[in-house]
């Protein structure tokens, strides 16, 4: 059975990644790809699939309900990557993270339950649990309360009450993804796999967080792309699946890793303090994804960082215009 997929988000780091995948594994379906267009879309992500019949894009805002709901004509799954996405800026500015990924999603909600979608699939994150200590045993689970402490994770745990709150209110089909970290190519230089990368290429210092043994689990973009298949395809209405990989990594390993992959000297780092809230550690318990569902990561992280940091060597065309613009 083929399927028309309304992706919001598409034209940042993990939706462009999903297109591509989906596109490829998914020859016959339809995608379409709502995105706003933010500083983070970019659709030079997406140069290689735009000539793509089966590919369409719509520039819309997840909060604009008529031009959200026309996209929807016709759309059997949506879902739901579009966000502010960065924890600094959040900072900054709080206030649009409530309104993208809280109203925003809401808005989204109710123009999918009009348009009687067959899946709203929402992707969140393990942020959303709270943080864990260095040294600590337990890992998330599905079930665990949302205990958000940064003012992103609070917008992201927000979003997936409303969600389902769509669920038991209005019988809306959904399912939630909680994942890990992601790397990979086309993510935009402000996380901090590209940061490193794109600094050590130009021999400038890498900025380290103070507390440099804070952890990140890390998972592929094209491992999360598979275990959101599998959840489209497989996956229970109404719950919510962990997409981790149990590969833990310090912020220290991934600026050795982008220096040891460059042969830059590791004189390049640098120590800045932390910022407000830096949590230390997440960990997602990934039993229920693969026992229910059968997913589990394929890409090896030792690698996969390596040929992540050797595209942003390769494809300088592609970050150096995001640098410009953003200095
Ligand atoms: P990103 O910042 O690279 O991309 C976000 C995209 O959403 C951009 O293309 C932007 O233009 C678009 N967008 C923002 N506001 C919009 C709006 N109001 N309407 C329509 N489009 C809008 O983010 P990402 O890293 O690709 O993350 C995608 C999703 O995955 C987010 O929901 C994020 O919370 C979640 N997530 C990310 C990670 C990670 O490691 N990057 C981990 C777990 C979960």
Redesign the pocket.
Known sequence: MHQTLLV????????SNFIRYWLEAHPEDHVIN?????Y???LASLKDVEANPHYRFVQ????DYTKVRKALEGVDWVV???????NNRAIHDPGIFVK??VL?TQTLLAAARDADVKRFHH?????VFGELELDETRLFREEDPYMPKTPYNAS?AGANHVVMAYYYTFKLPVTISH????YGPY??PE?VIPVFATKALRNESLPLFKSSQNKREWIHVTDHAKAIDAILHRGRVGEAYNIGTLAEKSVEDIADAVLTTLEKPSSLKTYIPDRPQHDKRYLLDPTKIQTELGWKPEIDFDKGIRDTILWYRDHPEWWEPLIKKSS
Not at 179 to 182: F, I, L, P, R, Y
């Open positions: 919001t988000g598409g034209a940042g780091f993990i939706g709502l995105d706003a267009l933010t983070a879309g970019n819309a805002d997840i909060g739901n990557f579009a966000a502010e996405s960065d993208t990924n925003g992707i969140s994150t393990c942020e992201k994942c890990a970290n992601n993510q935009f996380k």
